[in-house]
């Protein structure tokens, strides 16, 4: 049995790209006392990849040269020597870009139980996107009822779900995303009340049309120009969660914009940095409410699932480019 | 009897100075009924003023052409027909810049009740600057044992209660000022751990070495470099109060600075503004303890007090070319 890898190649500078990545066929070992053998189907492709393929450490060490890339997996056990785990349980973690994880069973994040939902929720809605999505909005943004709340990558996998999970908590919401069928997606698929094309429309003025009392949450996964904008309009007591800084893609120097502090103290309003590792002790909570809505179908999840290993060597590039629509997953 | 008033007789651009004032010299008249007639002994000078003396609305009102300068003041009442206030009361309230008020018992604030303390502790440690820094400190920058609490303007009214409160609740403490005075007035008089002259230091390398395991608490009283400087070296979970942007003179249009987002999401920190307005129904709590500390000798309070009516016409400015050596205050 042979386990198919995309390895790291080549040390990126910026977004990783094909010529970075190789495949790689490795033979399958079969578990020692304490590990699992888990034949992954599906990988996911997330934005904090990029740092983990920099040769700096960012919340985790950069990957090795020539391991297998890291990345969030889900797969079936076909061998467990872990008293956790059995033959055929469906598991999530850091399994890596690759067909067969032998692992420690201390590797694997969690068994996956909503086995009733599709698997690749665990990668995405019911994984990292959804959760940071969850206590963002609800912890950090402190959202309730009758806030208007805006998200910026408002189609992207977290800003799609703040933007459900705000409407489901009885907030106004206003995605700002960039070009038309984005736009045409958070309207119509993602129930936001209403939405900005960033490419095409001025975000302020935007801002100023759609929410009139001003902002109270907003949840920021851009920073640059468009969270500029949205600064110019908060509310009294506004709450400002930075979960991510997409817009801004250089960050040694520190780049220069706009001086945020008399619009905090002006607003009494509070900017705070988030991330969702601060919750692993948590996440079952998030888990369990996402859960309940998916299943009364409260939640939409768009998925763009790439076919096959090969497919994964260019996906980041293509989640940096904002050409994925949905939550990127590679099915293997 | 004759109220002596120092009004606003010409509408400043930037810093009020002695041309935009005028002495006048009018009747005092005598209280009808829900009335009360103060004989002010003490005004207070403090930045918010100059704000009100502009011509558009800050967090109150502009001043209008021609009536007396609005500011804290405290005085004895000369004869009341308001049940809440009797004759050798001491009161405190925005009564303006005036020997003599004649006011609605509502205009005053409160009835001064720590009589056994000097009375322009109520236009200070126990008025505006000791409650700011209170609940800042407390509420706000949330502080709490063993915090490394930063201050700007730490020689100040605001920032030299921030200091010795955070010294009170086990912070360690450092306090940025501007010159040798103002740095030995930190460490000798206020007691901060250490102290950084920022017009001779370099501050982030100041800081690094004050505060070898970062920045739990930073209570900003300036904005500008000194902020930038003290945001390059934040713990985790850091809490950065905006109570001032001393440093910054013109914010139309707003000006350029580093960005904070990427410190504020890898330290999970949060920066907010922080106005002691929204404190009003809780300012007993904060006198009470610190009129305890006070009585105790664990606060040591520093005023620059100015002689006579006419002085008060360039104390404003003083106030802002930092040539004030604590709580600013006329003697009338």
Known sequence: MKN?????AKRPVGVPGPEHFARREVDVGSPAEGQVLVRITHWSVDPAMRGWANDVPNYAPPVALGDPMRAFAVGDVLASKHPAYAEGDVVEGLLGWQTHALVEGAAIARKVTETDLPRTYALGILGLNGTTAYFGLTESCAAKPGDTVVVSSAAGA?????????????????????????????LEEFGFDAAIDYKAEDVAEAIATHCPDGVDCYFDNTCGPISDAVMTRLAQGARITICGTAAVTEWDPIPMGPRVHRQLLIARARMQGFLIFDYKDRLHEARAALA?????????????????????????????????????????
Chains 1, 2 share one sequence.
Not at 4 to 8: D, G, H, K, V
């Open 4 to 8: 198919t890898q995309i390895i790291l």
């Open 158 to 186: 977290v800003g799609s779900a703040v933007g459900q999970i705000a409407t489901i908590l009885g907030c106004r919401t206003v995605g700002i995303a960039g070009g038309a069928e984005k736009k045409r997606q958070c």
């Open 292 to 332: 309940g809505w998916l299943r009364e179908g409260r939640l939409t999840v768009r998925e763009h699932v790439l076919d096959g290993p090969d497919a994964a060597m260019d996906a980041i590039g293509m989640l940096y480019r904002g050409e994925n629509m949905g939550k990127l997953i590679v099915a293997v």
